[in-house]
């Protein structure tokens, strides 16, 4: 493993190996001096809820764009199907929000 010497400018001498004794890693738990821990400590976990939303809101803009060839029939199931994955997706999404929100204040 290199001790990074090929780093240094020339004629500097390398690192001691002594120099690396304490263990600052972030990885095993310690901070080195002068950082902190990033924000957010949690992230959030993943959900379908954005994918299932944006699918809503096609099926909605493509009902409008239907809707300037005057297919009532179209436009009106696709509208309504757009308009169900919407409101199913933000229901879904503001839940999750809210039991996470209930996990971090336990």
Request: glycine share 10%.
């Amino acid at each position: 493993m290199s001790n990074g010497s090929e780093f240094n400018a020339p004629g500097s001498k390398a690192p001691s190996a002594d120099s690396h004794s304490t263990n600052t890693s972030p990885v095993s738990g310690n901070i080195p001096k002068g950082w902190h821990k990033p924000l957010p400590e949690h992230l959030p976990t993943p959900g379908y809820w954005p994918a299932i939303m944006a699918l809503g809101i096609s099926f909605i803009l493509w009902a409008l764009a239907v809707g300037f060839n005057e297919v009532v029939s179209t436009i009106i199931i696709l509208f309504v199907i757009g308009l169900i994955l919407f409101v199913l997706a933000l229901i879904g999404w503001i839940g999750d929000l809210r039991n996470e929100r209930k996990d971090q204040n336990e």
